[in-house]
């Protein structure tokens, strides 16, 4: 039983870790830009939640789509006016400026915010139901689902769309998807955008998890650059199967080794991935 209560565990968390990871998955295989910004954006998107709720009593699950568009606008503001300048350049001068930018983001919430922990204290929690034996922590479960559902969405929009078949034109061939007509810097904004979108819905939905902080913006990095290596770059699937995974081994390496170990197992996992599978579960060139 204990078992399946930590499965259970790992699975929401994944839920959450897939929400995170996709639209940094998105944004690296698109622009081929490993955007260090993407930690800051979930903080951002967890603050969002924090002051909505705090100061509005707005639902963290009802700041979702209010975190996201607010990040949207950000992200394709700083894609299209410092990013887009140096797009062509090698990715080590992308990586370069989105550090730099991660730095002066960073530093500002913790101007602005101080780096002390906050929480949210739900008036009305969803609590937690027992099944089985098993403790569903309803909350945590809600957000999960969320999660999923935005990221389903996203599949669906890049799937079905006409702005979603720009973004795979572009992701296939920038110079082949000009001479049909797309416009390749505005599809790059839209698409960093997305990206950020997803980071701060992923941020709002976290705040009911994790506490927030300035301070828990390189673990959040950490979770996205794992996840899309264990599912796949450039795989929306893949983040999904790759974020229930990283939770699930999250979960019972925290069991087996203390929880203050669940992350090194990450990130070990992560190098042995990169030397014995470096495109993932579900990687592929293009996306489905």
Same mark, same amino acid.
């Given at each position: 039983m204990l078992t399946a209560q930590i499965l259970l565990n790992g699975i929401v968390l994944g839920g959450l870790y897939a929400c995170i990871a996709v639209g940094f998955s998105l944004v690296w295989g698109v622009l081929n830009v490993i955007n260090i910004l993407h930690g800051s954006f979930v903080v951002l998107g967890s603050y969002i939640a924090y002051f909505a709720y705090t100061y509005l009593g707005i639902h963290p699950y009802l700041s979702v789509p209010l975190s996201g568009i607010i990040l949207f606008f950000v992200g394709f503001a700083i894609q299209r006016g410092v990013i887009n300048r140096v797009i062509a350049a090698p990715v080590l001068t992308t990586l370069v400026l989105t550090f730099g930018l991660e730095l002066i983001v960073n530093n500002a919430m913790i101007i602005g915010f101080s780096a002390d922990y906050l929480s949210i204290n739900l008036q009305n929690p969803l609590g937690s139901k027992l099944i089985g034996? !098993?403790?569903?922590?309803?909350? $945590?479960?809600? #957000?999960?689902? !969320? #999660?999923?559902?935005?990221?389903?969405? @996203?599949?669906?929009? @890049? #799937? $079905?769309? $006409?702005?979603? $078949?720009a973004i795979v034109a572009v992701r296939m061939d920038a110079e082949a998807a000009a001479l049909m007509g797309v416009e390749v810097k505005k599809i790059y904004a839209i698409t960093f955008g997305i990206g950020a979108f997803m980071a701060g819905a992923a941020g709002s939905l976290l705040s009911l998890v994790f506490p927030i902080s300035p301070l828990n913006g390189t673990e959040f990095l950490g979770i996205a650059f794992v996840v899309c290596v264990l599912g796949g770059l450039g795989s929306i699937s893949g983040a999904i199967i790759g974020g229930l995974a990283l939770g699930a081994i999250q979960s019972f390496g925290a069991l087996w080794f203390g929880p203050e170990h669940g992350l090194t197992i990450a990130f070990a996992l992560l190098i042995l991935l990169l030397i014995f599978k470096p495109t993932g579960i579900m990687g592929r060139k293009g996306y489905e």
């Open positions: 034996g !098993l403790v569903l922590p309803l909350d $945590r479960l809600v #957000a999960m689902l !969320l #999660a999923i559902i935005l990221t389903v969405i @996203l599949y669906y929009i @890049l #799937a $079905r769309s $006409r702005i979603g $078949r």
